[in-house]
């Protein structure tokens, strides 16, 4: 027996029984963006290879061990994105839109990184962002906040997550705060864990980060961040915390929160959960304002927050009931005239109400075996077509959610009867 192909490890299948939690997630998503102006843009999955080693950093894990790298066949270093960041800064600064210009950018795409797999990390995941361009003011680090904050609410998740802030300042603080780190680790060095000893000359900042318990026993003395901001990034993060305290929104400051990438600056956030063990972070950001420039425009203000789809689909998961189904119809015809007739009448339905999804049974049957598959779709209504109500021009309207009850219907009515239908309102209600 040839042997099966199996999808490469780490890059997912997302089959039709799970889609729907994916089209739940993505539509809350276009909602809350949408509600806030913000316009949708797309990039290509693969880039040059020093668009992201200018942008995330060359001795940053993503860079040195986690993209997917590869020459073509000119030779070019190309690389599958790992985020989405980079990409829009790119394509902003080719078409001329953020100099000197206020934009508001959403997108949601595949990104790559050859990362171990393990729940909620892919090596294929789906992540969704946005990002800003061209304004300096705290207020909007604040509505980025409220905004994935009304994302939680709209998921029906906001009591599940926490968010976390910091300020880790301006490349002046951090270059002298990095000294004072490096001089304070160095000689417990040989107690850190492998990771930190690797990043101890080149990232020293994503130590303060590290899960590992005994690394973080050796930090509790070292210096802090804030200690070397100046007066003006202090006064900045003040407002921030005064407006998120405004807004109701509840926060805590970590002083070790920074993040994986180094064009970061100033405020950083994410949001974390408990409830998917050690993937516990759903979404981070912060601002960048040097980025655009590093990467051949002009300084440009920028902030923005990304998350990972497969993590908020495992938390919708777990908190809420998602339907098994959106399908509204399921249609049995009994025998061959009946299904010829329901052929044009399903297209008549789906022309009138193209909101509606309608599956025609196919293939004939007895009516006992149609209708366990009219229960096996899970849709909430099934109309059934016989001889009978081929010749009398009706049509039966057989309830499969709650009462089994049955109606008949005139062919001439169905329309309206099926726009007004309660079960199907509530339907689309969830949906």
Not at 188 to 207: F, G, V
Not at 288 to 308: K, N, Q
Not at 353 to 367: K, N, W
Request: with cysteine; net charge negative; aromatic share 8%.
């Amino acid at each position: 027996m040839t042997k099966q192909i199996q999808s490469i490890r780490g890059m997912n299948d997302i089959l039709p029984t799970d889609i729907n939690n994916w089209h739940e997630i993505e539509r809350y998503i276009r909602q809350v963006t949408n509600s806030y102006g913000y316009q949708e843009i797309r990039t290509p999955i693969v880039e040059s290879t020093s668009l992201f080693q200018r942008s995330i950093g060359e001795v940053t894990d993503i860079v040195e061990k986690e993209m997917y790298t590869f020459d073509d066949r000119n030779g070019d270093s190309l690389s599958l994105r790992p985020e989405g960041t980079a990409s829009i800064v790119r394509s902003g600064n080719q078409h001329s839109l953020l100099y000197n210009q206020e934009q508001r950018f959403w997108y949601m795409g595949p990104m790559f990184r050859h990362e171990r797999p393990q729940k909620g990390r892919s090596r294929q995941f789906t992540q969704f962002g946005v990002e800003v361009f061209g304004i300096a003011d705290v207020e909007m680090e604040a509505e980025l906040i409220l905004m994935s904050a009304r994302l939680w609410e709209c998921m029906g998740i906001k009591e599940h997550v926490y968010l976390e802030i910091n300020n880790i300042g301006s490349q002046p603080e951090r270059s002298a705060f990095k000294k004072a780190l490096i001089a304070y680790l160095e000689p417990l060095k040989s107690e850190l864990d492998a990771d930190s000893q690797r990043r101890l000359y080149t990232n020293p900042l994503r130590i303060l980060d590290s899960k590992i318990p005994e690394t973080q026993t050796r930090l509790q003395d070292a210096p802090k961040l804030i200690d070397y901001l100046q007066p003006d990034s202090i006064q900045s993060f003040e407002k921030l915390c005064a407006l998120l305290h405004s807004a109701n929104i509840e926060y805590t400051v970590n002083p070790n929160l920074v993040r994986g990438i180094d064009y970061y600056n100033h405020t950083v956030f994410e949001w974390k959960t408990d409830a998917l063990g050690a993937q516990g972070t759903i979404l981070g950001g912060g601002r960048y304002d040097t980025l655009v420039e590093t990467m051949g425009g002009r300084a440009t203000p920028a902030i923005g927050f990304a998350a990972g789809l497969e993590r908020l689909v495992l938390l919708h998961q777990a908190l809420k009931s998602i339907p098994e189904s959106t399908l509204d119809l399921f249609v049995i015809s009994l025998g061959e005239q009946a299904q010829a007739a329901t052929l044009p009448l399903v297209e008549s339905i789906r022309t009138a109400l193209p909101h509606l999804s309608v599956i025609r049974h196919a293939g004939g049957g007895a009516l006992k075996k149609q209708m366990k598959r009219a229960d096996k779709s899970h849709a909430p209504i099934a109309l059934i077509v016989g001889e009978q109500e081929i010749n009398e021009q009706t049509v039966i309207i057989k309830n499969l959610r709650t009462t089994g009850e049955q109606e008949t219907v005139a062919q001439a009515d169905l329309i309206d009867f099926l726009r007004q239908n309660q079960l199907l309102t509530q339907q689309h209600m969830r949906s």
